[in-house]
């Protein structure tokens, strides 16, 4: 890190998930300087699945991305919720199919930081993204620079740069969060753990389609296929995930909420014995897993303020969320591409260009993150769960047509953005 110095740094960001190489560059194609820190020594592919929402994927495209997306992921035609008897309860066009002028992928989330990162390393330079240093504390403002304290992790010793903006794009253990929220606790579970895995199948449900059967008052499960490459030779690359609610006094989470937690086949197989959705044997591709990582449901109260002075947060350090939208990564990216404009176009003043980043975000992210926890689908599948326990043969009567009119609703307040604002809005590229 000792090429960073006061003469050539500008924005430091700690961070290199999908929000901190969005936000880099974001900041490069606005002619801001940035580098990127992560504590991790060599950044690999790790992680499972998601989903992009087209108006990330319209942030992403602007960027030149497109292709790669196109290439590494699927796009998603249609999301259709199933009961546990695989009973199609309701579904809609996705992406294009739906209006946008954006599609909707489902990727592997270590695929797209892959794409994200080499992007990076080409635009900006090497050195643009140091592993094996994280943030350790902000020591003082000096005139219109920060002085940042920085560790590098496989010597243990600490350094400091300065830069004229901070941002914290280092997740749900948030470090420049803590600093700048002491106090504020450990997240908040709410009772529902989560098991994921990927596994080659063939295509099944058309090859395209994001499934949802069951309701997470008891057990629910959400199956999508991710790669790209799988499909042109005709298979599916299938992205599960299993969640199952306990009562809150059940226990604990214990230690901390790691995505990379590994799972046990045993511990979530019972749940969806004889599950069928489709074409889709559930218990079998559950048992066809290599690897199963467990993950409880977690998100953190919204804060009146995210940043202090240079200092803000960024993706799922300002913001995490349940994933009942889809819509984490995607926010993330969003988050990046507003702050990107907000500093140039309060350029050369990086606190007011933070602040003005915060005012636009802020308030929108909170609001999902409500929307997320009040769970509307899902009341409404667990109504059909209750009303037909043993399936039903024609949905009209199982739930009412205002009902279902409910269900295209709460998927408008948990995804965020309407088709015909995300179509008519100008760029936010600078």
């Known amino acids: 890190m000792s090429a960073m110095n006061a003469a050539n740094a500008d924005v430091l960001v700690a961070g290199a998930g999908i929000g901190g190489l969005t936000a880099a560059l974001s900041l490069h194609a606005a002619g801001i300087g940035v580098r990127v820190i992560e504590p991790v020594q060599v950044l690999r592919p790790v992680g499972v699945g998601i989903n992009l929402l087209p108006h990330a994927v319209r942030e992403l495209t602007e960027l030149g991305l497109g292709e790669q997306l196109a290439a590494t992921g699927v796009a998603t035609a249609q999301m259709v919720h199933y009961d546990r008897h695989g009973n199609r309860i309701w579904g809609e066009p996705r992406g294009h199919a739906l ?10 989330r ?15 330079g090497e050195r643009a993204v140091v592993t094996g240093t994280s943030f350790v504390r902000c020591a003082e403002t000096e005139g219109q620079l920060l002085r940042v304290i920085l560790r590098d992790m ?29 106090g504020e606790g450990p997240p908040l579970w709410n009772g529902i753990r989560m098991w994921r895995g990927v596994a080659e199948w063939d295509p099944v449900l058309g090859g395209r389609t994001v499934a949802i059967a069951g309701s997470n008052a008891h057990a629910k499960l959400v199956v999508y296929p991710i790669s790209g490459e799988a499909e042109r ?25 790691d995505w990379n937690r590994t799972g046990r086949l045993s511990d979530v197989l019972p749940y969806f014995a004889g ?23 977690v998100d953190r109260e919204p804060l009146p303020r995210w940043g202090r002075g240079p200092v803000t947060l960024l993706g799922d350090a300002a913001h995490p969320m349940y994933p009942v939208g889809s819509n984490g990564g995607s926010q993330a990216v969003l988050d990046a591409r507003v702050l990107a404009r907000s500093l140039a176009v309060n350029d050369p003043d990086r606190v007011a260009g933070l602040r ?7 308030e929108a992210t909170a609001a999902l993150v409500l929307a997320n926890r009040r769970m509307p689908a899902d009341r409404l ?42 179509n008519g809005r100008g760029s936010w590229g600078v």
Do not use: C, K
């Not at 080499?118 to 635009?123: G, K, N």
């Not at 039903?392 to 309407?418: I, N, Q």
């Open 99 to 108: 209006g946008y002028h954006w599609p909707q992928y489902s990727i592997h």
């Open 110 to 124: 270590g695929a797209l930081q892959m794409i994200l990162l080499d992007a990076v390393r080409e635009r900006l």
């Open 154 to 182: 496989a010597r243990g010793r600490e350094h400091a740069v300065r830069v004229r903006a901070l941002i914290g794009a280092d997740g749900l253990y948030s470090t420049v969060r803590a600093r700048l929220h002491p």
């Open 233 to 257: 030779r005709g298979r599916a690359l299938l992205n599960w995930v299993a969640e199952v609610r306990f009562p809150v006094e059940h226990g604990a989470i214990s230690g901390a909420a």
């Open 275 to 297: 599950w069928r959705i489709g074409d889709l044997d559930v218990p079998a591709l559950l048992a066809a897993t290599r690897r199963i990582l467990e993950y409880p449901m």
């Open 356 to 362: 003005a980043y915060e005012e636009v975000r802020r």
């Open 381 to 422: 599948l667990q109504v059909v769960a209750e009303r037909a326990p043993e399936g039903f043969d024609r949905v009209e009567d199982v739930l009412t047509p205002e009902e279902l009119a409910e269900l295209d609703a709460a998927y408008r307040w948990t995804t965020g953005t309407d088709v015909a604002e995300l």
